[in-house]
């Protein structure tokens, strides 16, 4: 940290510092200065915020976000080494968007901001569900979150699709005794323990409308959206790259045509999506390989998926045959 005190002007004596009265903060030296480039760089917000922008295609307004949070904080640091913070932020957080859309992904590099500023004191993430939270029996949910929040001090817990702590349907279940455990522990140890809760905007908003003391207790409200057909394809070419794999130019306009078609199917789920997809296209590809080739073969030919391993998933056909379907209606 660096600290400096502006020196007084030529023939005048600096102000006189004021005791402070009773029961108030003690006074501040308001000529007193502070890099914040300094802060910013010991803190290394600009290296994860470029390893967010390496790790995660498109998601503009997110990353935006993020960026406005981190710079939120770095500033409420710098308060507090001049002594102008009252109380510790509130920091727990809420994200809202379909599946594979880099929730988890943004949550680490969240946990890794909030570290370097000195907001936790590991930076560790522990994902969990309702299964890992709520008990059942009785007696069985106490000890279950206790368990959970005990490992997650220090750092940030995310509890994906949130919403299914809550059952309003089933008077006997366990989940709302989990609820009140973790109300507790964010609003008493907030200082040791940030929580993000995730999962799809319509059921969070119900979720929060039935239990206003999450609502009132989350910071920062952040809506992830879905990849556009673009983005898709190049989060593709992103996980078969770090493979070391990549696409011919007929295998790229083949999963061009797998993002079209899958995005309107049922239990589509972004980049996961993607990822599963090419993990099919790499087995079909293994397979070619092997059954029908009989001579060597080059490490290019190794690397690259065709267009054949892509068009052999039964998405293409299960799209035919709806289409054809269309046509006898």
């Not at 002594?83 to 509130?90: I, Q, S, Y």
């Not at 969240?110 to 007696?139: C, K, N, P, W």
């Not at 898709?232 to 078969?240: A, H, P, R, S, Y």
């Amino acid at each position: 940290m660096t600290i400096t005190t502006l020196d007084a002007p030529s023939g005048t004596a600096p102000p006189a510092p004021q005791a402070a009265a009773p029961g108030t903060a003690p006074p501040v030296d308001l000529t007193a200065t502070i890099d914040i480039a300094a802060e910013r760089a010991e803190a290394g917000i600009d290296a994860i915020l470029a390893t967010l922008d390496r790790e995660l295609v498109g998601l503009r307004p997110v990353k935006t976000r993020i960026r406005e949070i981190a710079a939120l904080l770095l500033l409420e640091r710098v308060r507090r080494k001049l002594g102008l913070a009252a109380e510790p932020p509130t920091l727990h957080m809420s994200f809202t968007g379909n599946p594979g859309t880099g929730k988890t992904t943004v949550a680490m590099r969240m946990a890794e901001i909030l570290h370097g500023l000195g907001f936790v004191r590991r930076g560790h993430v522990i994902s969990v569900t309702r299964d890992d939270l709520v008990g059942q029996y009785i007696g069985h949910t106490a000890p279950k979150t206790k368990e959970i929040l005990k490992k997650a001090m220090g750092g940030v817990l995310f509890i994906d699709e949130a919403y299914y702590l809550y059952r309003a349907e089933n008077e006997r279940d366990y989940g709302q005794e989990s609820i009140e455990i973790l109300l507790q522990v964010m609003e008493n140890q907030r200082d040791d323990l940030v929580v993000i809760l995730a999962g799809y905007a319509d059921r969070m908003d119900k979720f929060f409308t039935s239990n206003p003391g999450f609502r009132s207790r989350i910071a920062h409200h952040i809506d992830f959206p879905d990849y556009s057909n673009g983005e898709l394809v190049e989060i593709g070419e992103k996980i078969l790259a770090d493979q070391n794999y990549r696409l011919s130019p007929a295998a790229l306009e083949a999963l061009q045509d797998y993002v079209g078609v899958r995005r309107v199917q049922p239990h589509f789920a972004n980049a996961r999506s993607i990822r599963n997809a090419l993990d099919r296209a790499r087995l079909r590809q293994a397979n070619r390989l092997v059954e029908g080739t009989s001579g060597p073969l080059t490490a290019a030919a190794i690397m690259t998926i065709e267009a054949e391993d892509i068009r052999a998933s039964r998405v293409f056909k299960a799209a035919a045959g709806r289409a054809q379907a269309i046509r006898f209606e």
